[in-house]
């Protein structure tokens, strides 16, 4: 595989989840606006800040309530960092029952979507090694080094505190996903007042060093292995997690193997890198239906034949694409690099499939993006209702972060969907239980309905899933 | 202003009492007008949420003939509006007169077809003659139509190729319609039905103060008070469209205090309706409330006698109505200024326009509503010379 | 006083009144005595001015009905052959208003009110509604409508039909004070004793035409009959003889 597949493929493990779009216009001030994947009508605003040196605006985008009442609005915090709230737009089909009762905000941040993307642009070009990729961004840096400097979670929240009140808004509610997650844990801490409840799905908690991601992997990618195990026509596959970690033992030495282009279906000149390969593995996991033929995909490639990964790989291809990358790594390098340690990255990647292999594209990456250190306090209690939602096998944010790093949150409940991968908010009957919640949030939710949330069927052979062998695993039996 | 009073304190004022007391102590009028000003309302209500209920609730009920064959298939298919029932064995048909929807028959060699890429067939058994049976078939082709998908996605990807290559497009459709006018669909008939609450209202009491007052001898009383013809066409014009205008304005009450009920916001519609709306809504229908009146007053004075001139304000109610519903059918332009000119045409336009909580162009609505208010002088006019007829009387 | 001048009315291809020529004097009462399609009703009607006249003039205190028919019926009281009451007005509210339609107000409104109610003995039927009322109730509020502005002329169609004594006994002692107090009344019937008893002149009407004019107690001495219907008969019947056998020529 080309080094040039090489951003495509690991933005993709980075953000892979939730659907990107792109808008085509760009509307003023209250206008008639669309958003890709999402059919009705919005209202699109412009709002100056003038405090920066760019002068930039923000674009604010309102699903408009269906009927006028005084719920408060339900804001929508993309994730990434770098991706933007407009891209959330596909979300609104499961929010409309929430959408009925409230406006739904979305608002780009700065250095994002339609709010002056901060993009360096690297994936268009065509180069390049690892080595390569951290020139492409020490030349995007310098060429903004003070804005790079500027973006920030607290100018974020501190925007989204001004969007807040230019709309009007007395409280609002938040969504957060992935990433998302974090900028609303930390509006909470900083303007407790200007909140109501908070939805948080794939939680990424204020003090989780969520780029350390190799253990969270190992163990959803563990779950897939159980889950196959109990599935007889997956079962049947054999130890394919063996093969996997052979696989990749063996990779550098020999059992690397170019594979075609899964779009043009052109032949490739070169092998991918190793490390690609497990953030390959690695980003199927984010999503059920790719991880579902992850089993067979590796047992083909044991044998030599690669065009099923290379399939898989396919899937994930301009995934990224509307990941602003200068505000990636603003982000990530001030708030979450800066604060992990040797000892932290050796305990992470030992015993698992991932190693450092993700760590080491930020690490590579923050050391030609040298902006200032903004760590965070001490998270304090808060009290508002907040719904957490995990998938069991989450390969970024598993649910062990909201269960142990959130003591501070008073009123909170917690859904894991078995089995389920990075983002759950559109799936099976989790739409309602969110708009349940927020029309009730101090109510406890009954969760039985998540049960019946299930893995796709695992990919049994070249024909697909195995319609002849019984597949159905026990209702709850993911969960354990 | 000092000459209506002095008119309402002088003889027309008497006159126009005795026609109001008339009409208001008419119970069966009464209870007439006051039940279909109801009954619409309710029934709108009542239908959107049945319907919806309909829609959210029901699940289809599916046979599943030959489950064994292909065991996932019959896991795979069960959701929450598809009920699966696995059978050893049934005839479709029998099954289809009982309590299933839908007969799914999957054949012996299925599975090891399905292998080997020969694509089996599945026999779905339908009645398309069962009201259910666009709904089940809907709830299943959901389910199979995901499954499919998936496996033609596993087989894609099993071969090296991105499972994009089957989209070589996404269409993003865009819905030009707002929240408000959406409710235009299911307001659609509520112009009409005002319009026809109007007729049936003031119908029992422009019969009674006409032909029954004429069958009952009181008319050639009355008509030899010294009062000129017009007023007394004037003051009977009056008390019926005083009860066919208070029956809409109970109609309009009805259906917005009934609003709330409605499901509206689960069928993306926004309740629009302003109070500004609604006491417009009121305003606009009295000139056409006096229009019916006088014209049914006319029709009913014409008739032989009391039962024909029901007859004929029976078909008279229709038709209107109809009138309006083949020129909405026919894609006329009624939005034109001149087509607000016409009577009814123009209110229905305006009450359109209001349910769903935009403005009304003033203008028109001014020039429509003279316009109507000019011909109800023109039919009192030709009224008062229908008094003068001397078959009015009864032969003695 | 009512003058009726040469008057004729055709409905149709039908003549109901031939050049028809009477008064009916004030302080009288004059009787129009025919039968059945006589032409009564029409001529009555013609006077109240709800019909109107091919030729001929009508004059009432001497208005003309064809030129100013609504001063006309300010002067007039007219009972219809039946009464049409309201049956959803009490009968305060059917005098009240039918008083102010003749432009009554005020004290004399009031006084008005009285004054039938006392006359016409209503005291008991006052505030009921004039559903279920009897023949003689009925009539009774009918005449207080005719009388309640006081008029200077009364017209009455058929008025005694169906009434029990104690109604037309009323109804007779109401028609004489009347006559006395100056009032014209014209009365139209075909019952002989009533025509008899009440009336100061009877003009005997047939084929729309009168055939006979003058007292009672004349009219049998013209036709030389000892009692008023063989006179009737005599000059109804023996002129439509004299006219049908003139007619062939």
Redesign the interface.
Known sequence: MEWMQLPRTWLALLFAGLSPAVMAEAPSVGETC?L??W???LLCHRLALTDAPERPELAVMVA?A???TDEEPLYLLAGGPGQAASDLAPLLQAL?PVN??RDIVMVDRRGSGRSGAFRCDIDEQLSISLEEFAQGLAGCYLARPEFADSLSSRQTVDDLEMVRRALGHERVALWGGSWGTRTALLYQQWYPESLSELVLDAVAPIETKVFLTAQAAEKALRKLERDCSRDP?CARLGDWREQLDQLLAEWDSGAAHP??D??T?QPAAKPMARWELANGIRAMLYDP?AAA?LP??VT?ASRGN???L???S??F??AADSMAMGLTFSVACAEELNRITAAEVAADSRDSFLGTAFYDLFRRGCDEWPVREKPYREPAPRDHPVLLISGEADPITPPRYAEEALDYLEDKQHLVVAGGGHINSRRGCIPRLIADFLAEPSSKLDVSCIDSIRR??F?A????????????MKPGEGAQ | MKRIKAMLHGPMGALLQKELLETWRDRRALWMAICFSLLFPVMLAGGSIFMLKKHTEESTRLALLGADFAPLLADRLRSDSLQVDALEEGEPQTLLAGDYDLVLEVSEGFAGDYRNFEAPPLYLYIDSSASSSGRAERHLQERLGALQQLVVQQRVTARGLAPQLLAPWRLEVRDVSTPSRRGAMLLAAVPGLLILTLFVASLATSVDTSAGERERLSLETLLMQPLPGWQVVVAKTLAVASIGWVGALLAIAALVSLMPLMPLAELGIQQATTTAGVVTMGLLLLPLALLVAVVQILLALRSQSFKDAQTQLSILQVAPVMLLMVLDVSRVELEGFHWQLVPLVGQQQWLKTLLIGEPVPVLSLLAGSCVTLLLVAVAVRIGAGALRRENLLSAT | MIEVQSISKHFGAQQVLRDLTFHAADGQITALLGANGAGKTSCLRIITGLLRADSGTVRVGKIDVAAQPLAVRRQLGVVGDREGLYERLTVKEYLTLFARMQGLTGERLRQSLDEVRGALELEDLWLRRTRGFSQGERMKVSLARALVHRPQHLILDEPTRGLDVLAARLLRRTLLRLRNEGTAILFSSHVMSEVLELSDRVLVMAEGRVVGAGGPQALMREAHCDNLEDAFVSLAYGSQREQVEGEPA
């Open positions: 669309y890709d994947g059919h009705r009508p408009p269906v009927s006028e409309e009925r009762q026509a594979i075609p899964p779009l279906g239906v033929q067979f995909a083909q690669f065009a099923p290379a399939g898989l396919g899937a291809i301009h796709p069927p990919m052979a070249e024909f697909g899933p195995d319609l002849g062998a019984v597949g159905e």
